[in-house]
């Protein structure tokens, strides 16, 4: 694919699922003061150089990004186009990533390893995927097409397409059948497991104490009633 026309995918994504750019200085604003275009930017020119097998450059560049937006992207990682950091302080993306196309991080997100393990040790995202604030995505695992993950939520296993994520570790709250016309950008608004947790421990109480009181209700009649 063009290197131009991804850039271009880049930064047209800021305008497409940032309200904030949607002023009349708006591109002015995603060039001069977006980090997370800023940090894509560079290490779209990184990326490149790394995979001309250039040594120590790449990982400058990635460290220089890093210093100045507080976003961390190896060289290696291969990031799709439509890419979009919202905010992206605390953003760390691993050397063997892979994503696809119009993915969506929010503040704090990791794509990381587990262990000393060489090879493929970090996330393959589909296409359309949007992680929540806070969340960690660990090992060699893949999330499907349409995958939303709730924030600050802990995925350790590969969720397929069109699912719903959330907790620590993940799991899958919500799983939809027609296919998503668009990218769903609310990572706020997700099922609460623990809540669902605690609605179904209340009514299991209600059913012991239903049980206990007829047991109650059994034995007080055999009292009342010996000869029975």
Do not use: W
Not at 14 to 25: G, I, Q, S, V, Y
Not at 101 to 111: D, I, P, R, S
């Amino acid at each position: 694919m063009n290197p131009f026309y991804t850039i271009y995918r880049d930064f047209k994504a800021c305008f497409e699922r940032d309200p904030a750019a949607r002023t009349l200085l708006g591109f002015l604003e995603v060039i001069f003061l977006y980090s997370g275009f800023h940090a894509l930017l560079i290490h779209r020119f990184s990326h490149f150089l790394y995979c001309l097998k250039i040594p120590f450059i790449p990982r400058l560049m990635s460290q220089l990004a890093r210093f100045l937006t507080g976003i961390e992207i190896h060289p290696g990682a291969k990031i799709g186009p439509g890419f979009f950091i919202d905010h992206g302080m605390g953003v760390v993306i691993g050397e063997t990533t892979e994503t696809g196309e119009n993915v969506t991080l929010y503040q704090g997100v990791t794509l990381g390893g587990t262990g000393i393990q060489r090879g493929k040790r970090h996330p393959t995202l589909g296409n359309n995927v949007v992680i929540g604030a806070g969340a960690k995505v660990l090992g060699n695992i893949c999330l499907g097409n349409y995958v939303k993950v709730g924030a600050g939520s802990v995925v350790i296993h590969s969720v397929p397409d069109q699912c719903t994520v959330v907790g620590v570790p993940a799991e899958i709250v919500r799983k939809e059948g027609k296919k998503v016309s668009e990218i769903d950008l609310d990572h706020g608004d997700l099922p609460d497991p623990l809540k669902a947790l605690k609605n179904r421990v209340r009514s299991l109480q209600k059913e012991i104490e239903t049980v206990e009181e007829q047991v109650k209700t059994f034995h007080q009649g055999k009292k009342d009633h010996p000869s029975s």
